[in-house]
Nanobody, 123 residues
Framework: QVQLVESGGGLVQPGGSLRLSCAASGFTLDYYAIGWFRQAPGKEREGVSCISSSDGSTYYADSVKGRFTISRDNAKNTVYLQMNSLKPEDTAVYYC????????????????WGQGTQVTVSS
């Protein structure tokens, strides 16, 4: 049974940092595409960062390039999202998701989702 559990969200001041973790079980992470998505109130879910299953290449949304870093620890079957220089517009529920077939960081291409973790950036 595929399961994804996110952790690490919270309240942080603008300019601060957070590291999100997504622990995977029921499958081997390095054979799957894995990604972080976020959804703010009244907005559609958007792809923040993804790792391709085919070659391990990474994708970042323009809004987070240079500030966020996605990484994967295959030994722990866990994926991380390091978020630096956080801005109020980064406030959202962050989800990790996985798919065997996804080749783009688009939410509709991902099959399995975690429950989400709230990130709030505010002074």
């Amino acid at each position: 049974q595929v399961q994804l559990v996110e952790s690490g969200g919270g309240l942080v001041q603008p300019g601060g940092s957070l590291r999100l973790s997504c622990a995977a079980s029921g499958f081997t992470l390095d054979y799957y595409a894995i990604g972080w998505f976020r959804q703010a109130p009244g907005k559609e879910r958007e792809g923040v960062s993804c790792i391709s299953s085919s070659d391990g290449s990474t994708y970042y949304a323009d809004s987070v390039k240079g500030r966020f870093t996605i990484s994967r620890d295959n030994a722990k079957n866990t994926v991380y999202l390091q978020m630096n220089s956080l801005k109020p517009e980064d406030t959202a529920v962050y989800y990790c998701a996985t798919s065997y077939f996804a080749d783009h960081c688009i939410a509709t291409m991902f099959d399995y989702w975690g429950q989400g973790t709230q990130v709030t950036v505010s002074s």
